[in-house]
C-alpha cells in the first residue's frame, strides 16, 4: 500500500529499492526555501544494516500489510528480548536492537504489539506513551521562572530528557516512546 514520506512513523514496515526496511527515528526538516522533508531512519529486515534516507513530504513509499499481534514482554536474556502471545502464550524472540532506541522504556509485563512478515516477527511496537520516574533532575535556579522553560533529567532508565522546572528527583512523568520527550505528570 503506497503511502506518503510524512506518514511513515517508528515501528512501520516499508519497501524501498526491493528491501524490507523497519522504521525506526524520523525527523522532519521544513527548509527556509522549499518543500519540507523527512529523514528516516531504518534497518533491513534481512541484513540487521541501519540506513538513512530522505524523502519529500509528499513522497509516496511503500507500506508493506504485516500481521500485529498482542504481546506481553517478559524478559531481556543479554541481545535477546523475549514475548508471549497473549492468545497463542507462545513464546517470541526479537534482538534488542530491533527496538532502537526505544528499548529503554520496555518494562516487566508491558502490553506492546509485534509485527510479522510471513510468520517472521520483523517489528515491536510500544505504546505511545510510559510512566517512568525521575532519578536525578537539576535543581531550579532562582530567578528562572519563564513558563517555557526546561532542566534535564535522568529517568530510571538511565535516559536523559528534558522536564519543567517544578518537576523533581522521585517523581513519576509520563513519556513519550516515539521520541523520548516529557508529555506531562503521571496521575498515581
Given at each position: 500500500?503506497?503511502?506518503?514520506?510524512?506518514?511513515?512513523?517508528?515501528?512501520?514496515?516499508?519497501?524501498?529499492?526491493?528491501?524490507?526496511?523497519?522504521?525506526?527515528?524520523?525527523?522532519?526538516?521544513?527548509?527556509?526555501k522549499?518543500?519540507?522533508?523527512?529523514?528516516?531512519?531504518?534497518?533491513?529486515i534481512q541484513?540487521?544494516?541501519?540506513?538513512?534516507?530522505?524523502?519529500?513530504?509528499?513522497?509516496?513509499?511503500?507500506?508493506?500489510?504485516?500481521?500485529?499481534?498482542?504481546?506481553?514482554?517478559?524478559?531481556?536474556?543479554?541481545?535477546?528480548?523475549?514475548?508471549?502471545?497473549?492468545?497463542?502464550?507462545?513464546?517470541?524472540?526479537?534482538?534488542?536492537?530491533?527496538?532502537?532506541?526505544?528499548?529503554?522504556?520496555?518494562?516487566?509485563?508491558?502490553?506492546?504489539?509485534?509485527?510479522?512478515?510471513?510468520?517472521?516477527?520483523?517489528?515491536?511496537?510500544?505504546?505511545?506513551t510510559?510512566?517512568?520516574?525521575?532519578?536525578?533532575?537539576?535543581?531550579?535556579?532562582?530567578?528562572?521562572?519563564?513558563?517555557?522553560?526546561?532542566?534535564?533529567?535522568?529517568?530510571?532508565?538511565?535516559?536523559?530528557?528534558?522536564?519543567?522546572?517544578h518537576?523533581?528527583?522521585?517523581?513519576?512523568?509520563?513519556?513519550?516512546?516515539?521520541?523520548?520527550?516529557?508529555?506531562?505528570?503521571?496521575?498515581?
Amino acid at each position: 500500500m503506497k503511502i506518503q514520506a510524512n506518514t511513515i512513523r517508528p515501528g512501520n514496515v516499508i519497501e524501498y529499492q526491493e528491501h524490507q526496511y523497519t522504521v525506526l527515528k524520523i525527523n522532519v526538516f521544513k527548509a527556509g526555501k522549499g518543500g519540507a522533508f523527512i529523514q528516516v531512519e531504518m534497518r533491513d529486515i534481512q541484513s540487521g544494516l541501519k540506513t538513512n534516507e530522505r524523502w519529500r513530504t509528499n513522497d509516496s513509499v511503500e507500506k508493506l500489510n504485516v500481521e500485529e499481534r498482542a504481546c506481553t514482554f517478559l524478559f531481556a536474556d543479554g541481545e535477546i528480548l523475549t514475548f508471549m502471545d497473549t492468545e497463542t502464550y507462545e513464546q517470541i524472540t526479537i534482538p534488542r536492537d530491533a527496538l532502537g532506541d526505544s528499548v529503554g522504556f520496555l518494562q516487566n509485563g508491558m502490553e506492546v504489539t509485534v509485527d510479522f512478515i510471513e510468520g517472521k516477527s520483523i517489528a515491536v511496537q510500544l505504546p505511545q506513551t510510559v510512566a517512568m520516574t525521575i532519578n536525578e533532575a537539576d535543581p531550579v535556579v532562582k530567578g528562572q521562572t519563564a513558563s517555557s522553560s526546561y532542566k534535564p533529567a535522568v529517568l530510571e532508565n538511565g535516559m536523559r530528557i528534558m522536564v519543567p522546572l517544578h518537576i523533581a528527583a522521585g517523581t513519576r512523568v509520563v513519556v513519550n516512546t516515539s521520541d523520548g520527550t516529557y508529555a506531562e505528570r503521571a496521575k498515581d
